[in-house]
């Protein structure tokens, strides 16, 4: 099993730019979410879904959208990016509803908007 | 919605020493609370987790304590070694898993 997969690993965006971050499971999980993670900030949850079809806001979800057509992927669009939204980008999966149990991060996407 | 508060911020130790982190949430509701290692440039991974039915968990050198009438939960690392260098993230779940602000450990050797 290939795990949590994200593409790119690294995407530098200007302002006003728009762009899709992939993410990809491959343990039929039905629980899949997207966290940024910035300095002193922990991470935050922008959005999530508890499964094909399925989806709802998290704590920053403003700037976001996501779609969950399949139970393997969760995209996330940025359709006009701001400098605010350079971060780190993890997509986790749960096989449990609401993550109530072992969330699986992947390697992470880094974002810079200049 | 659910708030989770982490402390410290961060943390140094000396070798051999134990380390404390302590989470306090908002919703009495939340009814599972794991605990996240983030190595440098790696992605987080959970070390330990605990229901709300139980008070105490331990795993080896990682022991985590829940008190639902106070709303906080803390991890504890016995023996400290410099391999448990890393930030340290506290999570709570009401449906969706919120987490805390990360702690940095340092152990110095």
């Known amino acids: 099993n290939a795990g949590v997969t994200q593409t790119p690993k690294f995407q530098v965006l200007k302002t006003g730019q728009s762009m899709t971050l992939q993410c990809a499971q491959d343990?039929?999980?039905?629980?899949m979410s997207w966290y940024r993670q910035d300095p002193g900030m922990g991470l935050r949850l922008i959005h999530y879904?508890?499964?094909?079809?399925?989806?709802d806001q998290g704590e920053v979800p403003n700037g976001y959208n996501v779609s969950r057509s399949t139970t393997e992927d969760f995209p996330l669009r940025l359709l006009s990016a701001a400098p605010s939204q350079t971060s780190v980008y993890f997509c986790?999966?749960?096989?449990?509803?609401?993550?109530?149990?072992?969330?699986?991060f992947g390697p992470g996407t880094r974002l810079t908007v200049t | 919605g659910e708030n989770v508060e982490q402390h410290p911020s961060t943390l140094s130790v000396q070798e051999g020493d134990s380390a404390v982190i302590k989470c306090t949430y908002s919703?009495?509701?939340?009814?599972?609370f794991p605990w996240y290692k983030q190595e440098l440039g790696k992605r987080p991974q959970l070390i330990i987790d605990?229901?709300?039915?139980?008070g105490e968990k331990k795993d080896q050198r990682i022991a985590v304590t829940l008190n639902k009438t106070a709303k906080h939960f803390s991890l504890h690392i016995t023996e400290t070694q410099p391999e448990d260098s890393a930030v340290y993230f506290c999570?709570?779940?009401?449906?969706?898993?919120?987490f805390g602000q990360g702690t940095t450990l340092q152990v110095k050797p």
């Open positions: 919703d009495s509701a939340s009814n599972y």
């Open positions: 343990m039929n999980h039905e629980y």
């Open positions: 879904s508890v499964g094909a079809g399925i989806t």
């Open positions: 999570a709570s779940n009401t449906g969706k898993l919120i």
């Open positions: 605990i229901r709300s039915n139980v």
């Open positions: 986790a999966s749960s096989s449990a509803a609401g993550g109530l149990r072992e969330q699986y």
